[in-house]
């Protein structure tokens, strides 16, 4: 089924880790964005592009990197884990914008 | 920049009753607007979406929200809720560019039998 794929599902990093989570796209959308949801916050967004070779930051960058090399993929780094960022993320693609996003299932990441 | 309020952060209504779920946004430049729904342990879904044109935008499921300008609101409704409509609501609002949307804090719409 076309759409938003991101993993891992579920992953456990003690702090000081680093990891990638994925996110994959066939929907040939431009616009691909980072979120986390956290209880009583909603979903803040991290990182976001435009494009293959476009990003740019969001509400809450710090700790976080991205790369888009390809329409297609969107990967979200940690480089450094920290408890704060024990959240769930979401992963979303739009055509333009207009249509809305599209999001993926989520990540559901705790840091220890 | 946007943001984005979501007044009520939970909402306990009965099956069958109307339902108002309320959004404010401020901007300096036009904006889109869009409600989504999440159900639990998922992603979330597209429920309506404005950008121009009719101030009163549809669902395919019964809800119905009204883009207005004057009061910076955009406030979801359902004349009668179902169990199935259970669910976290969120308010969102990005630029006429479409690419950086940014979201409330989302509302707990709980339907009682």
């Known amino acids: 089924n076309a759409g938003v794929t991101q993993t891992p599902k579920f992953q456990v990093l003690k702090t000081g880790q680093s990891m990638t989570l994925q996110c994959a796209q066939d929907m040939n959308h431009e616009y691909m964005s980072w979120y986390r949801q956290d209880p009583g916050m909603g979903l803040r967004l991290i990182h976001y592009s435009v494009g293959a070779g476009i990003t740019d930051q969001g509400e809450v960058p710090n700790g976080y990197n991205v790369s888009r090399s390809t329409t297609e993929d969107f990967p979200l780094r940690l480089l450094s884990a920290a408890p704060s960022q024990t959240s769930v993320y979401f992963c979303?693609?739009?055509?333009?914008?207009?249509?809305?996003?599209?999001f993926g299932s989520g990540t559901r990441l705790t840091v220890v | 920049a946007q943001s984005v309020t979501q007044l009520d952060s939970q909402v306990p209504v009965f099956e069958e009753a109307p339902v108002e779920l309320r959004c404010n946004y401020s901007?300096?430049?036009?904006?889109?607007l869009f409600w989504y729904v999440q159900y639990p342990n998922q992603g979330l879904q597209l429920l309506l979406k404005y950008l121009s044109g009719s101030t009163l935008v549809e669902s395919i499921n019964g809800f119905e929200a009204e883009f207005n300008k004057s009061q910076t609101s955009f406030h979801l409704r359902k004349p009668s809720v179902h169990i199935s409509d259970t669910a976290e609501y969120f308010c969102?609002?990005?630029?006429?560019?479409?690419?950086?949307?940014?979201f409330g804090a989302g509302t707990r719409l709980f339907v009682k039998a």
């Open positions: 901007s300096s430049v036009s904006v889109y």
């Open positions: 969102a609002v990005s630029d006429r560019g479409g690419f950086k949307t940014i």
């Open positions: 979303a693609s739009s055509d333009q914008g207009t249509g809305g996003y599209t």
